[in-house]
């Protein structure tokens, strides 16, 4: 079994910082596309960053404020948010493709809040 888990949610004021991590454990052959998605209380889950072969992708209204990363030797990815928005508000569930057992499939971690607010 494959199981990723995140971590570093929680209430910030407007301008302030916040560092997701999610990290996955279990019978794993390799990691290839690791993202983060956020689902906004009446909306979809919508990509926010990924990160696949070093190179990373982001949707336009976080370039610039957050960045993703990861470290292959502990199958964690990260998500540093910056300068961070009300509109930010979400819950951020962490993504990836994992070969386990020899087999590729998609894996879902179970969300962390991220509240923007003052």
């Known amino acids: 079994q494959v199981q990723l888990v995140e971590s570093g949610g929680g209430l910030v004021q407007p301008g302030g910082s916040l560092r997701l991590s999610c990290a996955a454990s279990?019978?794993?052959?390799?990691?290839?596309?690791m993202g983060w998605y956020r689902q906004a209380p009446g909306k979809q889950r919508d990509l926010v960053a990924k990160?696949?072969?070093?190179?990373?992708n982001y949707v336009d209204s976080v370039k610039g404020r957050f960045t993703i990363s990861r470290d292959n030797a502990k199958n964690t990815v990260y998500l540093q948010m910056n300068s961070l928005k009300p509109e930010d508000t979400a819950v951020y569930y962490c993504n990836a493709d994992i070969n386990s057992n020899y087999r590729i499939s998609n894996f879902w971690g179970q969300g962390t809040q991220v509240t923007v607010s003052s």
């Open positions: 990160i696949s072969g070093g190179r990373t």
């Open positions: 279990g019978s794993i052959v390799g990691i290839y596309t």
